[in-house]
């Protein structure tokens, strides 16, 4: 263990390409630098608060003050970790896993963000597979759950191609219009199975044991 204050830090979640961690300081930098440069279209809004689209320098106080936030906030009864996702070392988006009370509930639920650049490359699919991996085969969580707006083509295909199976309709309004979204529901028992159907990348995951009790797994 490098960091015993906090090993999260220690985190590693691996597949063949990505490498998702806690990010230091020094990469919210760079992660707030690829997100200000894009990470959807003009006329687009995935997110149920539109941080994205916030005036500088707002956007990067706000950047730094959410994930401060998480780490500052957490208990193992109600977490949020984001993990910065890297390919070759450089960032390419954020991969987030959520939970309340999850000794008790045993449910996790999932966003992201990935640059305009490395879109389209099964990039979103992967660190999807890689947070699931960490969901269910670290954390020992029974249920996994996401949402997007229903015209958000890209999310509502990852989660399909992931396994997930539509749970309803919801509601958000970023710029206060209402618009529908998808809600999304997985279990353990179909995600094993469509892991195994569907040839899911091999994901490795380094430094966990230490962190348990703070995802109130231990």
Known sequence: MTHPLWPLYDLRVRTARLELHLPTEAELVKLATLAR?????????????????????????????????????????????????????????????????????????????????????????????????????????????????????????????TGYEENGVGRMAPHGEPRDTVRFRLTRERWLRVRAERRFPLVAIDGLAPCLPLFGAG
């Open 37 to 161: 440069a894009g990470v959807h279209g003009d006329d687009e809004m995935p997110f149920a608060f539109p941080w994205s689209t916030i005036p500088s320098p707002g956007f990067e106080w706000g950047f730094a003050r959410y994930h401060w936030r998480l780490r500052g906030s957490w208990e193992p009864e109600h977490w949020g970790l984001d993990l910065g996702v890297y390919v070759d070392g450089h960032p390419v988006g954020i991969q987030g896993l959520y939970a309340g009370d999850f000794a008790r509930m045993h449910a996790v639920h999932s966003g992201s963000w990935l640059g305009r650049d490395h879109q389209g490359r099964g990039i979103g699919k992967e660190m999807r597979i890689a947070i699931l991996a960490l969901a269910f085969d670290g954390l020992g969580a029974e249920v996994a759950e996401t949402e997007a707006f229903a015209d958000n083509a890209a999310s509502l295909g990852v989660s399909r191609a």
